[in-house]
């Protein structure tokens, strides 16, 4: 079956950091592009960064370069997002998506809550 | 980056058709053929229904089509079922990056 898996959800202060997981089963990781989309609670999807199958190719959204860093480890099976100077409009549920090779996401995780607040 | 342009709701009864209409930029729907759509049921993970404008994945119904014009995409659903009561989102590449509609609730009277 395949499955993503997030977790490193929690409560943390502005300012603070947090460290995202997403674990791949199911299908050849290092074969995709992969991708977080996060969704403030009552709002829309928005994309937050992407990362090419090799780590070759990253991006982000404007809104959150400089302070979040995508990574994979292929041999983990393994996406992450390192998320520094959290803020409070970063407040999301983060979910990881598998990217089609078609510029679309095809599988999505169960997503990991985030929520800053003092 | 801005969020791409849906209208806030639609609505339709069971068995007739409804579309959503998706509106970007030559810099993103009108730019590249790679818009997606996705339905979200409340408290559940989006679901890809259409990819590469109007490309189906398997198991997605063929009540589900999608088109575009210009910079406007178009989500078209018919044989309105309950189950197809969601929000439903665009999303487009645009270079280096991703964006996605503000979405629509599709509501099946």
């Known amino acids: 079956e395949v499955q993503l898996v997030e977790s490193g959800g929690g409560l943390v202060q502005p300012g603070r950091s947090l460290r995202l997981s997403c674990a791949a089963s199911g299908f050849t990781f290092d074969d995709y592009a992969m991708h977080w989309v996060r969704q403030a609670p009552g709002e829309g999807l928005d994309w937050v960064s992407g990362?090419?199958?090799?780590?070759?190719?990253?991006g982000y959204a404007d809104s959150v370069k400089g302070r979040f860093t995508i990574s994979r480890d292929n041999a983990k099976n393994s996406l992450y997002l390192q998320m520094n100077s959290l803020r409070a409009e970063d407040t999301a549920l983060y979910y990881c998506?598998?990217?089609?090779?078609?510029?679309?996401?095809?599988?999505w995780g169960q997503g990991t809550m985030v929520t800053v607040s003092s | 980056q801005s969020a791409l342009t849906q209208p806030p709701s639609a609505s339709g009864s069971p068995g007739q058709s409804v579309t959503i209409s998706c509106t970007g930029t030559?810099?993103?729907?009108?730019?590249?053929?790679?818009v997606s759509w996705y339905q979200q049921h409340p408290g559940k993970a989006p679901k890809l229904m259409i990819y590469?404008?109007?490309k189906r994945p398997s198991g997605v119904p063929d009540r589900f089509s999608g088109s575009k014009s210009g910079n406007t995409a178009s989500l078209t659903v018919s044989g309105l079922q309950a189950e197809d009561e969601a929000d439903y989102y665009c999303?487009?590449?645009?270079?280096?990056?991703?964006?996605f509609g503000t979405g629509t609730k599709v509501i099946v009277l």
């Open positions: 999303s487009s590449y645009a270079g280096s990056n991703y964006v």
């Open positions: 030559s810099s993103d729907v009108g730019g590249y053929n790679y």
């Open positions: 998506a598998k990217g089609r090779r078609e510029m679309a996401f095809d599988i």
């Open positions: 590469e404008v109007s």
């Open positions: 990362i090419s199958w090799n780590s070759g190719s990253i």
